[in-house]
Every structure is written in C-alpha cells, then in structure tokens.
T-cell receptor
Framework: GEDVEQSLFLSVREGDSSVINCTYT??????LYWYKQEPGAGLQLLTY?????DMKQDQRLTVLLNKKDKHLSLRIADTQTGDSAIYFC??????????????FGGGTRVLVKP | DSGVTQTPKHLITATGQRVTLRCSPR?????VYWYQQSLDQGLQFLIQ???????AKGNILERFSAQQFPDLHSELNLSSLELGDSALYFC????????????FGPGTRLTVT
C-alpha cells in the first residue's frame, strides 16, 4: 500500500521561509495534501495539489510536486510564530482501488523561533 | 472551525468497556470518515461511510464498528477496550463519495486505564 514519509522536525527563525518535505510511494495518488495540527486541536486542511500539477501557490503557501520523484514540498513564506505546529503530508489513492482514504505521513514538527 | 463536530471531547474508561464516539459532518456533506491517531501508529484511516453505506475500510479492528444514520451523523463503537486503544479519534467529512477535500473535526481523546 501507499507509504508517506516526512522528516520529524524543522526549526526556523521568524520571518524566514520554511520548507517541509514529503515523499510518497504510490504513483497513482490523485491528490496530495498538507494539513496543520496545533496542540490540542484537530487537523486543518491548508492546501492540496492535483497530481497533474507541478506547483500551486496560495498566499504564503507554495506547494511543489515532483511526480517523477514522488516528492512533495510545502514552502511557507515569512514564517510567523503562529505557524509553529505539526504539518502532515497526505496522499489520496486511486478512488476505485483504495476508496477515499487518506494516507498520512508521520508529521513534521515545525518550531518557529522569534 | 471546520464545521465538523465530535462528542465527547475526552473520554476515560477502563479496559473491557465499550464506548461510542459521535460525529456530525459539515452541513451538506454526505461522506464521513474515521481516523485514529496514536503515538506508535500515527494517523490511520479506519472506515468511510457515504450516505449511510460503508464504502471503504482500513485498519479497523473487529472490536470496532461504525454506522452512519439517516441524518448523516456517524457513530464509532469501540468494544472490549484495551490499553492500546488509547488514542485520538478523528472524524472527517467530504461533500460526496469522491469528494477529495476532507475536513476534520476536533477529535475525541480516548484514554483506557
């Protein structure tokens, strides 16, 4: 089945850009997502990208997808202390094969230092 | 606020007991998903319902069951609880069976003692 991997931790200075990376294994993944989880809270859908796109920009967020390498990244511009959270990468497999289930990575804890 | 509600927020119970977790999807959403988040397994898909019918199953134990009611709310029943069932249980919803944007509720934290 699908496997999604992320690095565990990222530390960044306030005002700098953050880049969080993710790799996945299933080339038939249709959509790829980034979710944010703050302490004691649920998962907030930040953005997503369709598998036939290379890049998607949404305000401070830029998603890059390298389908050949099965690599996804999330860049956060002008990182703020409120961006400190755990970020999860997730992949949606082929609807017929896997239903609508999301496969999540282990999460990257981002710490923004003032 | 995603619009998905879950009750209760916290639940503490003993091994061997049975609990029911409740989820109300966003207004208009027909699909409901259940996920389990634990320290050792991470976030794992359990089951999906669409308009009252089971549509996809993940790593859901036989001791666990779910259903979606005519008003589209869903319940996850966990029985013969074990210490290892302690986790955060999330419900998510999407517009349709193939609706790819899943919006998550705040979760129910289950502690089994």
């Amino acid at each position: 089945g699908e496997d999604v991997e992320q690095s565990l931790f990222l530390s960044v200075r306030e005002g700098d850009s953050s880049v969080i990376n993710c790799t996945y294994t299933d080339s038939s993944s249709t959509y790829l997502y980034w979710y944010k989880q703050e302490p004691g809270a649920g998962l907030q859908l930040l953005t997503y990208i369709f598998s036939n796109m290379d890049m998607k920009q949404d305000q401070r967020l830029t998603v890059l997808l390298n389908k050949k390498d099965k690599h996804l990244s999330l860049r956060i511009a002008d990182t703020q202390t409120g961006d400190s959270a755990i970020y999860f990468c997730a992949a949606l497999g082929d609807l017929k094969a896997a239903g609508n289930k999301l496969t999540f990575g282990g999460g990257t804890r981002v710490l923004v230092k003032p | 606020d995603s619009g998905v509600t879950q009750t209760p927020k916290h639940l503490i119970t003993a091994t061997g007991q049975r609990v029911t977790l409740r989820c109300s999807p966003r207004s208009g959403d027909l699909s409901v998903y259940w996920y389990q988040q634990s320290l050792d397994q991470g976030l794992q898909f359990l089951i999906q319902y669409y308009n009252g019918e089971e549509r996809a199953k993940g790593n859901i134990l036989e001791r666990f069951s779910a259903q979606q009611f005519p008003d589209l709310h869903s319940e996850l029943n966990l029985s013969s609880l074990e210490l290892g069932d302690s986790a955060l249980y999330f419900c998510a919803s999407s517009e349709s069976f193939g609706g790819h944007e899943q919006y998550f509720g705040p979760g129910t934290r289950l502690t089994v003692t």
